[in-house]
C-alpha cells in the first residue's frame, strides 16, 4: 500500500515536470504590462470619444441617438441648440465612463459616424467625478479624427 502511494507520488511528480517541459520553450503568453503594451484588435471596446470634422469643427448633430440607446439610463447627456442657419451647435456633451459598460451601442446608432471607441483602456481615477467627460474630454482633433477614420476604414476627410 505505501509502496503504490510512493510510485503514484512519483508518477505524478513525473507528469508535473512533462508539463513543465513542453511549456519551457514555448513563447510566453503573457507581457511584462505596463512596460509592454497589448497589440489590442481595432474593434477593442475602449474609451469612448467623439470624431470631429477634418477642420476640427463638431461632427456630432446632437440627434440623441446614442443616449437614448444606452442601456445605462441618463450616463450620456447633451444639449445643444440651432445657430441662426439651423445648424446644430452643441454646448454640453458629458459621458460619465464610471457608468460605462462599453456595449458599444452608441457606437452603433450614431448616424454621422461620431462617437467611437478608441483601444485605450487605462481609465482608472481618483474619484468618480474624474470619469465624467466633457467635450473637450471626449473630441478627437481633426488630424486624429481623419486618422481614425483611415484606420477604420472609414472616408478620412469629412467636411
Ligand atoms: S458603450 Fe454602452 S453603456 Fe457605454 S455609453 Fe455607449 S451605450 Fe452607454
Ligand atoms: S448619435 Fe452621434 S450624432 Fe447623434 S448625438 Fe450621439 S454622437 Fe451626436
Known amino acids: 500500500m505505501t509502496d503504490n502511494k510512493v510510485l503514484s507520488g512519483i508518477v505524478e511528480i513525473g507528469r508535473g515536470m512533462a508539463t513543465v517541459g513542453k511549456h519551457l520553450f514555448r513563447p510566453p503568453v503573457t507581457l511584462e504590462y505596463p512596460e509592454v503594451m497589448p497589440e489590442l484588435s481595432k474593434r477593442f471596446h475602449?474609451?469612448?470619444?467623439?470624431?470631429?470634422?477634418?477642420?476640427?469643427?463638431?461632427?456630432?448633430?446632437?440627434c440623441?441617438?446614442?443616449?437614448?440607446?444606452?442601456?445605462?439610463?441618463?450616463?450620456?447627456?447633451?444639449?445643444?441648440?440651432r445657430d441662426d442657419k439651423k445648424q446644430p451647435v452643441i454646448d454640453r456633451f458629458t459621458i460619465d465612463i464610471g457608468r460605462c459598460i462599453f456595449c458599444g451601442n452608441c457606437t452603433e446608432v450614431c448616424p454621422v459616424d461620431c462617437i467611437k471607441?478608441?483601444?485605450?483602456?487605462?481609465?482608472?481615477?481618483?474619484?468618480?467625478?474624474?470619469?465624467?467627460?466633457?467635450?473637450?474630454g471626449l473630441s478627437l482633433s481633426g488630424e486624429e479624427s481623419d486618422k481614425y477614420r483611415k484606420e477604420h476604414g472609414l472616408e478620412p476627410h469629412v467636411e
Open 64 to 81: 440623441q441617438a446614442c443616449a437614448r440607446v444606452c442601456p445605462c439610463g441618463d450616463l450620456i447627456q447633451i444639449e445643444m441648440h
Open 117 to 136: 471607441m478608441l483601444n485605450d483602456f487605462e481609465l482608472a481615477d481618483y474619484s468618480r467625478e474624474a470619469l465624467v467627460l466633457d467635450k473637450s
Open 46 to 62: 475602449g474609451r469612448l470619444c467623439l470624431l470631429t470634422k477634418s477642420s476640427g469643427e463638431d461632427l456630432c448633430i446632437g
